[in-house]
Nanobody, 123 residues
Framework: QVQLVESGGGSVEAGDSLRLTCVVS????????MGWFRRSPGKERDFVAF????????HYTDSVKGRFTISRDNSKNTAYLQMDNLKPEDTADYFC????????????????WGRGTQVTVSS
């Protein structure tokens, strides 16, 4: 059984940083592309960032480019999302997900999901 467990969320002020961690068990991380999504209250789950299984390709939604960095350590079966210069509009539940497909921004293309970690950014 594949499990993804996120951690690292919290309540911070605007301009602060957080690093989210996603630990994968039950399957080698190296076989999956990894994505981060977020869901704000009353909204759909939105794509945030993606990293290919080799780590050579990354993609970001426009609103986080230059502030967020996705990375992975296949030896630790762990993916990360470094979030810098956080803004109140980044407040959401953040989910990591794994995909065996080549697309990256469609939630339904992901095979595995974590339960999420909450990020709250105050102004």
């Amino acid at each position: 059984q594949v499990q993804l467990v996120e951690s690292g969320g919290g309540s911070v002020e605007a301009g602060d940083s957080l690093r989210l961690t996603c630990v994968v068990s039950g399957r080698a991380l190296s076989s999956l592309g990894m994505g981060w999504f977020r869901r704000s209250p009353g909204k759909e789950r939105d794509f945030v960032a993606f990293i290919s299984w080799t780590g050579t390709q990354t993609h970001y939604t426009d609103s986080v480019k230059g502030r967020f960095t996705i990375s992975r350590d296949n030896s630790k079966n762990t993916a990360y999302l470094q979030m810098d210069n956080l803004k109140p509009e980044d407040t959401a539940d953040y989910f990591c997900a794994g995909t065996s497909r080549s697309t990256w921004d469609v939630p339904s293309d992901y095979n595995f999901w974590g339960r999420g970690t909450q990020v709250t950014v105050s102004s």
